[in-house]
């Protein structure tokens, strides 16, 4: 089972860029969903964009499609999440999420219970 670390989040001003990396323990994330959740205060986890490593197949939520980018370093074993013209509602702790182990087709990537193991999360807020 892999062990997730993530960094990048900071404080910023609507419109700016941030990029989010999730590194990853283990012998490797081939074959893996993997992803960035986040979650506001009041609010549920949500998932923001995900990817199963061995078809590179990704899912944007609606909300973020077009201005955020996962990007995947499997040598290096680091998932990234660059967002763009960030909005003061993208403010939330923002968490890499895993598959538990491999998994061999891309289909269980859909759905959000594939996701069970967590990083401790970076915080990103946008200020107006």
């Known amino acids: 089972q892999v062990q997730l670390v993530e960094s990048g989040g900071g404080s910023l001003q609507a419109g700016g860029s941030l990029r989010l990396s999730c590194v990853a323990s283990g012998y490797t994330i081939s074959h893996y969903c993997m992803g960035w959740f986040r979650q506001a205060p009041g609010k549920e986890r949500e998932r923001v964009a995900t990817?199963?490593?061995?078809?590179?197949?990704?899912f944007y939520a609606d909300s973020v499609e077009v201005r955020f980018t996962l990007s995947l370093d499997l040598p290096k074993k680091t998932l990234y999440l660059e967002m763009n013209s960030l909005k003061p509602e993208d403010t939330a702790m923002y968490y890499c999420?895993?598959?538990?182990?491999?998994?061999?087709?891309?289909?269980?990537?859909?759905?959000?219970?594939?996701?069970?193991?967590w990083g401790q999360g970076t915080q990103v807020t946008v200020s107006s």
């Open positions: 990817v199963y490593t061995g078809s590179r197949v990704t």
């Open positions: 999420s895993a598959s538990r182990g491999q998994i061999w087709s891309g289909g269980p990537c859909s759905s959000v219970t594939a996701f069970q193991t």
